[in-house]
Structure formats: C-alpha cells, structure tokens
C-alpha cells in the first residue's frame, strides 16, 4: 500500500526518470521506488509497445533502432509532460541527444551503475533483449557499457546497484535522495 506520508523532492522537475543498461534494475527498482512514494511507475518500453501494438524486439526487427529510438523519444515527452512519475527507460533512451536534452530540463535522471559482470549474470538467458541477441551477450554488454557509461555518468543522480537483495538497493536509491532534499531545504 502506497504510503502518502513521503514526499519525493527532487533537484528539477516532478519525474525521477532511471537510466542505465539493461539489467541494472531499472524496473524492478522503479515499481518499488513508485510505491514507496505513492507515485504511478511508468515504463517507457511498455508504453512503447502500447503505443506501436507490438513488442519492443520487433520494433527492432521490423524498423529498425534509428525509428525505435525516434518513437521512444516521442514516448518519453509525453510522459514527462504528464504528471510526476517514476519513469523507467530503455537503455539506450539516455544516448539520445534529444531525449537526455528533455530530461535534463523536466526531469531528475538517476543513473543505476552496475558492473558489467552483475549485469551479465541478471541478464542470461534472456531471450527480449535485442540488443543481446547480436553476438555473445557478455561482449555486448561490455561494449554498451565502454559507450555508454560515461554518457550515463551525465546524470544528476548516481547510484551503484549490486549482486544484493532488490530491497538493499532501493533503500541506498532513497537515502541518496533524502539526502538531496536535505541540501535543497537549507
């Protein structure tokens, strides 16, 4: 049960929108992050896929990434144009210029860290990753992780997540945040 009682305060906007690659926690982490905030979660992937009646790893077959990053874009506006959230996005959502542009100016991005080893292993035999399903996983996600991390490390907010019990990292994400409020009130 939500509770009410705790306020999300956040350096800008009213939407706590959770970058990282994929197997970082960014789902499981924002539903639990939502309820304990009594704030709707949304996930950009599921809203993608309501929106194009089809799954995320046929958008990629059929279109092709350059028109799934175009249409994720257009997804994520609209979400951060709507009411406060937690919003968790597609991995590669943050690379996009424009999408990171529009989160820097209504939003407060939360970078989820993981070794690249962690994300191998939550990541394994996992057949809905598209990006995966190019060549040996553990080599993609290294390379993605050489790409992307120092354009993640662009976030407001960074907060390393482990091989741990999911309520452990949540706990880390909203002490992080706590202590952000405390620096905004003085």
Same mark, same amino acid.
């Given at each position: 049960?939500?509770?009410?009682?705790?306020?999300?305060?956040?350096?800008?906007?009213?939407?706590?929108?959770?970058?990282?690659?994929?197997?970082?926690?960014?789902?499981?982490?924002?539903?639990?992050l939502a309820k304990y905030y009594g704030i709707p979660f949304v996930d950009a992937d599921r809203e993608i896929e309501e929106a194009a009646g089809c799954c995320v790893a046929d958008i990629f077959e059929i279109y092709g990434e350059a028109e799934f990053r175009d249409g994720e874009r257009r997804v *994520? !506006? %609209?979400?951060?144009?709507?009411?406060?959230?937690? =919003?968790?996005?597609? @991995?590669?959502?943050?690379?996009?210029?424009?999408?990171?542009?529009?989160?820097?100016?209504?939003?407060?991005?939360?970078?989820?860290?993981?070794?690249?080893?962690?994300? *191998? !292993? %939550?990541?394994?035999?996992?057949?809905?990753?598209? =990006?995966?399903?190019? @060549?040996?996983?553990?080599?993609?996600?290294?390379?993605?992780?050489?790409?992307?991390?120092?354009?993640?490390?662009?976030?407001?907010?960074?907060?390393?997540?482990?091989?741990?019990?999911?309520?452990?990292?949540?706990?880390?994400?909203?002490?992080?945040?706590?202590?952000?409020?405390?620096?905004?009130?003085?």
């Amino acid at each position: 049960m939500p509770n009410k009682q705790k306020k999300l305060k956040l350096p800008k906007g009213n939407t706590l929108v959770i970058v990282g690659l994929m197997g970082a926690g960014k789902s499981c982490i924002g539903r639990n992050l939502a309820k304990y905030y009594g704030i709707p979660f949304v996930d950009a992937d599921r809203e993608i896929e309501e929106a194009a009646g089809c799954c995320v790893a046929d958008i990629f077959e059929i279109y092709g990434e350059a028109e799934f990053r175009d249409g994720e874009r257009r997804v *994520i !506006k %609209r979400i951060l144009e709507g009411e406060p959230c937690i =919003l968790a996005t597609g @991995g590669g959502a943050f690379m996009n210029g424009e999408t990171r542009k529009l989160i820097s100016q209504t939003g407060t991005s939360l970078w989820l860290k993981a070794d690249v080893e962690v994300l *191998i !292993k %939550r990541t394994s035999g996992r057949k809905h990753r598209p =990006l995966l399903n190019k @060549g040996n996983p553990a080599n993609v996600l290294r390379k993605l992780a050489q790409e992307r991390y120092p354009v993640y490390g662009e976030a407001d907010i960074v907060v390393e997540t482990k091989d741990e019990p999911l309520d452990a990292t949540v706990k880390r994400v909203v002490a992080t945040l706590k202590k952000l409020s405390v620096k905004d009130d003085n």
